[in-house]
Nanobody, 116 residues
Framework: QVQLVESGGGLVQPGGSLRLSCAAS?????????MGWYRQAPGKQRELVAV???????NYADSVKGRFTISRDNAKKTVSLQMNNLKSEDTAVYYC?????????WGQGTQVTVSS
């Protein structure tokens, strides 16, 4: 069973930065998993923010390209999301996701609020 624990959320002013981290408890090879960040704003569906595949390839939602960067540390079994130039529309609960073989696991989520 995969356990994911997010950290790093909080309140930040528009234009500010936050770094989210996700620690994975994965018994088999962490590096075979695709790791991603999703978010869900009030009244909206959960959406993909960024994903990093096992080979290091990344994909981003158009709304965060150029502002967010996803990275992974296979030795530490962590995935991070550096968020810069945050906007009010980035306010949401952010969830860490791990997927392999079509099976996905989710963290409990961390709140990010962008407000002045």
């Amino acid at each position: 069973q995969v356990q994911l624990v997010e950290s790093g959320g909080g309140l930040v002013q528009p234009g500010g930065s936050l770094r989210l981290s996700c620690a994975a408890s994965i018994r088999i090879l962490f590096n075979i998993y695709a790791m991603g960040w999703y978010r869900q704003a009030p009244g909206k569906q959960r959406e993909l923010v960024a994903v990093i595949k096992s080979d290091g390839r990344t994909n981003y939602a158009d709304s965060v390209k150029g502002r967010f960067t996803i990275s992974r540390d296979n030795a530490k079994k962590t995935v991070s999301l550096q968020m810069n130039n945050l906007k009010s529309e980035d306010t949401a609960v952010y969830y860490c996701n791990a997927e392999v073989g079509g099976v996905a696991s989710w963290g409990q989520g961390t709140q990010v609020t962008v407000s002045s």
